[in-house]
């Protein structure tokens, strides 16, 4: 069974940083591409990071220049790397990645979430 593994939230003052961490099952042989999003309570969810099977990024203007999405290929963990974090950041953060398990099958999995509170 796939599963991926949010970690690294809590809480955290304003202006403060926090790490995400996103680990896979061991099925898992390689994660294509991923993202973060996040849920705010009373709002939609909305992606925060998102990295390409290239490597390439993209980050809404809202955490842009804050926020750092990366992966370990090694560790089939993906990261968000928050800075400057702000009470606006304060949310669910959710992981959801492309991958592929050892039968060669590709699909897209979500993580259960992990709580940042950012206070001020």
């Known amino acids: 069974q796939v599963q991926l593994v949010e970690s690294g939230g809590g809480l955290v003052q304003a202006g403060g940083s926090l790490t995400l961490s996103c680990a896979t099952s061991?099925?898992?042989?390689?994660?294509?591409?991923a993202n973060w999003y996040r849920q705010a309570p009373g709002k939609q969810r909305e992606l925060v990071a998102s990295?390409?099977?290239?490597?390439?990024?993209y980050y809404p203007d809202s955490v842009k220049g804050r926020f750092t999405i990366s992966r370990d290929n090694a560790k089939n963990t993906v990261y968000l790397q928050m800075n400057s974090l702000n009470l606006e950041d304060t949310a669910v953060y959710y992981c959801?990645?492309?991958?592929?398990?050892?039968?060669?099958?590709?699909?897209?999995?979500w993580g259960q979430g992990t709580r940042v509170t950012v206070s001020p």
């Open positions: 061991e099925n898992i042989v390689s994660i294509n591409a």
């Open positions: 990295l390409d099977s290239d490597d390439r990024t």
């Open positions: 959801n990645a492309l991958m592929m398990d050892r039968l060669g099958l590709l699909d897209s999995y």
